[in-house]
C-alpha cells in the first residue's frame, strides 16, 4: 500500500487521469453505440450526437462523481457545475463537429472522433478543477 502522505502529486493526477481514462472508456462506447445506431437508422450527424452526449451525461456524472474523483460533495452544487462543464465542452464539440464536416469535408465518422477527443480533453479540465476540484483537494490532502 502506498503511504498517502508520501504520494508525489504526479503520482495523485495520474490516478485521477487513469480511472478518468477508464471511465472514459466505457461512456464513449455507450456514447458511441447510440449516435452510431441513430445514424444507421437515419438520424443527421447532429441529433445523433446530441442524443449520444445526452446519454453520456448522466453516465458520465455518476462514473466522475462516484469513481474516477471519489467525491462526497454536494450531490446538487457538483451536478449544476457539471451541467455547466458539459454544456461548456458540449459546445465546443458541436463547433469541432460542423468545422470538419463543413469546412475540412471530413467523414461523419471520422469528425464525430475527432469531435470526441476535443469534448473529452476540455471535459477532465473542467471536471478536474472546476466541478470537483474541491474533492481532488481533499484527496490529496488525506
Known amino acids: ?18 480511472r478518468y481514462a477508464g471511465s472514459g472508456m466505457i461512456n464513449t462506447i455507450v ?4 449516435i452510431f445506431s441513430l445514424m444507421a437508422l437515419g438520424a443527421s450527424p447532429i441529433l ?3 442524443a449520444g452526449y445526452a446519454v453520456g451525461f448522466v453516465l458520465g456524472f455518476v462514473l466522475s462523481k462516484k469513481f474516477v ?10 451536478s449544476i ?18 468545422f470538419a464536416l463543413k469546412y475540412l469535408n471530413l467523414h461523419a465518422v471520422v469528425s464525430q472522433v475527432i469531435s ?3 469534448y473529452t480533453l476540455l471535459m477532465y479540465v473542467l471536471t478536474r478543477l472546476f466541478v470537483f476540484g ?7 490532502k488525506t
Open 1 to 18: 500500500m502506498i503511504n498517502k502522505q508520501f504520494t508525489p502529486d504526479w503520482w495523485k493526477e495520474a490516478a485521477y487521469l487513469t
Open 31 to 34: 456514447g458511441f453505440i447510440v
Open 48 to 50: 445523433s450526437n446530441i
Open 69 to 78: 474523483f471519489r467525491s462526497d460533495g454536494r450531490f446538487v452544487t457538483e
Open 81 to 98: 457545475r457539471y451541467l455547466i462543464a458539459f454544456m461548456i465542452s458540449f459546445l465546443f464539440n458541436l463547433l469541432i463537429l460542423r
Open 116 to 118: 470526441a477527443v476535443g
Open 134 to 140: 474541491s474533492a481532488s483537494v481533499k484527496d490529496t
